[in-house]
């Protein structure tokens, strides 16, 4: 089976994730941290994989339209099994990337 | 066995006239040596009856009042001297208004703290709880000596911030350590333990589940070894210690060894039908929970919900540090306990 | 493109490269075949994301689904999880070998045995304490135990310490220093690089496998016997794919863990090794240990709580992160979906196993705070920092599983071993039930999880079953 390809599906949002959590990442290192989220999630277990292209194309979706943030973040909030731990994984792969390749990154994603 | 002191010149014993207090204060009676007895009886009706429990005696002074005012520790520690040991029973377990167990709890021994710390006092030991604890996560699970705090409900929650409070007085220069019992039983029990003894009769006690949880009991006669251990045990400053039988019986156990105990008594007991499924202990739990958090205490409701819990714990460190030996089982204890309500003409 | 042999093993781990010694050394003509590469060590930063891109399968991000879902990893390499794992060695524990040959009717399993072979193993893969002082992390769970009276020790590893004494400069004896060598030197061949597809099967009987290369491009291996050993996931995942009926992926059973990160007044994280300390004083059902800690990983366990967290992740230096790891009553699923590569993986965690896991976290704290933790976060949404005991008390009432992070790394009892039709999907040797030459020889077989690391039962397990294959002859082919 052929794969879609993920960044243009998880991209838009794992960059919003980013700046979010970590305002002060240079955007250089932000494009590096979101294809290394996508290339990632490329290789996730395929039932996996699935189901995380189409939790993110909701979130995608969301994210596009103005006032679309707000409603993404409430989503998150909201205790619906398996669609919180999306969000999840794309912050998990991005700080693990962060702090792993610039373990002085400051607490708001600055360069130390 | 570890190293002990002799017995104060005065003893101070808070809740009295309570169920371990009286226990407890028996036994000082019989003591040689303890000279001066301090007693705080709750009420004047209280202190009528523990006059009448002390009999004629030298050197027993009975003083009227509440652990939960301040002024009440001042006036029961004013003027004692250094060669003086408090023991802190008193408590409130089954209340009638949730925000008694911080003002009685919490707040007295606070006060206790504070009033033992200005006099000087030798040692102060405070009776805890297993309530701090919560329960055991897995029915074979043991309490150890030293185990996090995770309070059960508003009593559990008012005696850890009492060990809060005992924990910060020996921080600030207080001798003080604490004793915890798991359930306890025996003579001077109140009406609700006969309604125990009624219920294995009638075959009614509600076994949860499989009545595989374990629990960690004591007799109140073991407890009172303990508490006078620990409070004559100079190493045992700034420890916790459970006091409590050798090993935790099931529930099973514990309905079965009853029911001997009242049939070697000449009682008759029917077997036990009582089962409940575990979902209804978790669901009294819930309800217990519920109106504990709108300040309604409901007795029935908190007994049960805890009853689909194991709550056991491990007495060996009490053992090897202050010398803590259980010395009557559970059934010795049980058939003691139903001689002494049977004494007392009290039905079971 | 075709291959043939004798015995064809599926898999190079703890289970595939003990079988193929054992096979090749009897004489046999035996093919192992991996999916993963052949990776040196010390090639790849243990620990790090580049090990999980070439070493783990799908770059260690698989997840067994539930509430909460439970991330696991699996290793995808020559020598599979032991090229990555922590290294650390506990044998099966006498009574448990005892209550699996009881309750699951394993025939001739005599616990001696095994423990003899485990006599073997230890010297063919050289499990050892370290040489010199333990590091920093492994010393805050002796010591916070030691505090506590908690029964604690070090666990010994298949390591080598050719560079002095420092406990973190170890040479791990994973199957490619060890027993993957061995076999190949008594003529097995391995190939990497390919993924089994499917076993053909024909009346009770595999006749051939189908292996897809990265190219594309498929090759048929034929055989007289075949060992899968591709582990408690891929190895049911490959029975179901090729129509094998039975109890095959049903009850598959891991050590659930969730962890903290502690931080101390001192420096002490080691990036790229973990503690060799256990505390086994709630042992089975609650066991602490140390997790690996480089910054990457202490910044994770702080991502469930970040807003608050946060402010902590630059002081990683003085960090290290701790899991509490259950026995669990739970139990979960692999099943394989047609048309689907990977097989969908599921896991319920009980009631009981939530309290334990609560239990366990509070407990793992309060040991951090007797070692001299400064801080404690736990890692759970909605999570309090923890400064002193009543921040404990805090902590437990505010967990629950569902928000918290769980994780496993051990995945077992996916095609138990035994005589019980309705629990084992495999014989007391491991050959699957219904099957004349079908076999599974890796950590599927353990009837239930062991409550420690389960690696060594795995090698013990398959060396047994490998052995009793070749005194038999594999007659019943």
């Not at chain 2, 374990?214 to 006078?228: A, E």
């Amino acid at each position: 089976m052929r794969q879609v390809p993920a960044l243009p599906i998880v991209g838009s949002f794992a960059e919003r994730l980013l700046v979010d959590d970590l305002p002060d990442l240079q955007p250089a290192q932000r494009r590096e941290v979101v294809a290394f989220i996508a290339h990632r999630v490329d290789s996730l277990p395929s039932f996996t994989r699935f189901g995380v292209l189409a939790i993110g194309t909701v979130f995608r979706m969301l994210v596009a339209v103005p006032g679309g943030w707000l409603g993404a973040k409430l989503l998150m909030k909201l205790p619906l099994p398996f669609v919180g731990e999306y969000p999840r994984l794309m912050r998990s792969l991005g700080f693990a990337y962060v702090w792993e390749h610039w373990p002085t990154t400051t607490p708001t994603g600055a360069l130390a | 066995m570890p190293e002990t002191w002799s017995v104060p010149n005065t003893t101070v014993v808070t809740g009295a006239n309570g169920w371990l207090g009286r226990a407890l204060v028996h036994r000082l009676l019989a003591e040689p040596g303890r000279r001066q007895l301090r007693l705080l009886a709750h009420s004047t009706a209280d202190a009528h009856s523990l006059r009448e429990f002390v009999g004629p005696r030298n050197g027993v002074d009975i003083l009227i009042g509440d652990v939960s005012r301040a002024d009440t520790a001042q006036r029961l520690l004013y003027g004692v001297s250094k060669d003086t040991d408090v023991l802190h029973t008193a408590g409130v377990i089954h209340p009638t208004k949730v925000r008694q167990f911080a003002e009685v709890n919490t707040n007295g021994t606070r006060h206790i703290t504070e009033a033992a710390l200005d006099a000087g006092v030798r040692r102060l030991v405070h009776v805890s709880s297993n309530s701090p604890f919560g329960t055991n996560p897995h029915a074979s699970d043991t309490f150890r000596a030293d185990e996090p705090f995770n309070p059960y409900l508003g009593y559990g929650k008012s005696k850890m911030f009492a060990e809060v409070a005992v924990n910060e007085a020996v921080a600030a220069g207080l001798d003080a350590t604490i004793v915890r019992p798991p359930w306890f039983y025996g003579p001077f029990q109140p009406p609700r333990q006969t309604t125990f003894f009624r219920m294995v009769r009638a075959g009614k006690f509600p076994v949860i589940g499989k009545g595989d949880q374990r629990r960690s009991m004591v007799y109140v006669d073991n407890l009172v070894d303990g508490i006078l251990a620990a409070e004559l045990t100079p190493a045992a400053r700034g420890n916790g210690y459970w006091i409590a039988d050798a090993r935790a019986y099931t529930v099973n156990e514990i309905v079965e060894t009853v029911g001997r105990a009242l049939v070697d008594e000449g009682l008759s007991v029917k077997p036990p039908t009582t089962h409940l499924p575990t979902l209804a202990a978790r669901v009294a739990e819930t309800g217990d929970r519920v109106l504990q958090a709108v300040g309604v205490y409901q007795q029935q409701l908190h007994v049960l919900g805890e009853m689909g819990h194991t709550i056991a714990c491990d007495i060996s460190r009490s053992t090897a540090e202050i010398g803590y030996e259980p010395k009557v089982e559970l059934y010795e204890g049980m058939r003691r306990s139903i001689r002494w309500c049977l004494d007392q003409g009290l039905e079971l | 493109m075709s291959l043939d042999a004798d015995i064809l093993i599926i898999g190079s781990g703890a289970g595939g490269a003990t079988t193929a010694t054992v096979l090749a050394e009897a004489g046999l003509d035996v093919l192992i075949v991996e999916e993963g590469a052949w990776v040196e060590q010390g090639s790849v930063v243990p620990f790090s994301l580049d090990q999980m891109d070439q070493q783990y399968r799908s770059g260690g991000v698989t997840v067994a689904l539930g509430m909460p879902s439970i991330a696991y990893t699996e290793g995808r390499c020559a020598g599979g999880g032991t090229e990555v794992n922590s290294g650390l060695y506990w044998r099966p524990p006498g009574e448990l070998l005892e209550r699996w040959r009881h309750d699951f009717r394993i025939a001739d399993f005599d616990p001696d045995d095994l423990l003899s072979i485990a006599d073997e193993v230890e010297t063919a893969i050289n499990v050892r304490t370290v040489p010199g002082p333990h590091s920093a992390p492994s010393e805050v769970l002796r010591s916070g135990a030691a505090a506590l009276g908690w029964q604690h020790s070090e666990v010994p590893r298949w390591m080598t310490y050719p560079h002095g004494d420092d406990a973190t400069k170890g040479e791990r004896q994973s199957m490619t220093r060890t027993y993957l060598p061995r076999a190949m030197k008594a003529g097995a061949r391995l190939v990497t690089g390919r993924r089994i597809d499917r076993l053909v099967i024909d009346g009770g009987r595999a006749t051939e496998a189908i292996a897809s290369l990265p190219d594309g491009s498929t090759e048929r291996i034929t055989f007289r016997h075949v060992f899968v050993c591709g582990g408690a996931i891929q190895s049911p995942a490959l029975l179901q794919r090729s129509g094998v009926k039975g109890h095959i992926g049903r009850t598959l059973a891991v050590h659930p863990t969730v962890k903290l990160a502690a931080r101390f007044a001192d420096e002490l994280n080691v990036p790229d090794d973990v503690p060799v300390h256990q505390v086994k004083e709630f042992a089975p059902h609650l066991s602490f240990g140390g997790s690996a800690s480089n910054p990457g990983l202490v910044a994770l366990s702080l991502l469930d709580q970040w807003p608050t967290f946060r402010r902590a992740v630059t002081d990683w230096p003085r960090m290290s992160v701790y899991y509490a790891a259950i026995t669990s009553q739970g139990r979960g699923r692999v099943m394989s979906v047609p048309r689907m590569k990977d097989p969908i993986v599921t896991y319920r965690l009980t009631h009981a196993d939530r309290e334990l896991l609560r239990s366990g976290l509070a407990r793992l704290a309060l040991l951090m705070l007797e070692a001299g933790a400064e801080e404690v976060f736990p890692s759970f949404r909605g999570a309090p920092s923890v400064k002193n005991r009543r921040d404990v008390a805090t902590m437990q009432h505010a967990f629950s599983a569902t928000k918290a992070t769980v994780m496993t790394v051990h995945l077992c009892s996916t095609v138990p071993m035994g005589e019980v039709a309705e629990r084992c999907g495999a014989d007391s040797f491991g050959r699957v039930h219904g099957y004349r030459n079908i076999h599974v020889n890796d950590a599927s077989l353990l009837p239930t999880a062991p409550g420690v690391n389960p690696q060594a039962s795995v090698m013990a397990f398959a060396i047994r079953n490998a052995r009793h294959f070749v005194a038999t002859g594999g007659s019943r082919a």
